[in-house]
């Protein structure tokens, strides 16, 4: 069974950044798309980025890319999310999540495109 707990979140200003991690465990993830959502405050869960766990390409948000990127450290099995140029609308619970590759990258935008969730995380950015 799939086990996902990420941490890493807080209270920033704007502008500022902080790092996400999602430790992954129960699994073999090689074969595993990883992915970043976030929900805000009476707001749908949406998309944040989505990466393949044996590397390669990427996908992000338009509202993220170039100011967020995602990794994962194999040796810690965690895949994380570094979000820089952090602006008060990126205020939300950000949740990691996994599902078996099949597709290409950028068909993993979608709630339903992913199996495993996290509890979420939450980030605060203050203006």
């Known amino acids: 069974q799939v086990q996902l707990v990420e941490s890493g979140g807080g209270v920033v200003q704007a502008g500022g950044s902080l790092r996400l991690s999602c430790a992954a465990s129960?699994?073999?993830?090689?074969?595993?798309?990883m992915g970043w959502f976030r929900q805000a405050l009476g707001k749908e869960r949406e998309f944040v980025a989505a990466?393949?766990?044996?590397?390669?390409?990427?996908n992000y948000a338009d509202s993220v890319k170039g100011r967020f990127t995602i990794s994962r450290d194999n040796a810690k099995n965690t895949v994380s999310l570094q979000m820089n140029s952090l602006k008060p609308e990126d205020t939300a619970v950000y949740y990691c999540?996994?599902?078996?590759?099949?597709?290409?990258?950028?068909?993993?935008?979608?709630?339903?495109?992913?199996?495993?969730w996290g509890q979420g995380t939450q980030v605060t950015v203050s203006s």
């Open positions: 999540a996994a599902s078996l590759r099949g597709r290409y990258i950028g068909a993993y935008t979608g709630e339903a495109d992913f199996g495993s």
């Open positions: 129960g699994r073999t993830f090689s074969n595993y798309v």
């Open positions: 990466m393949y766990w044996s590397g390669g390409s990427a």
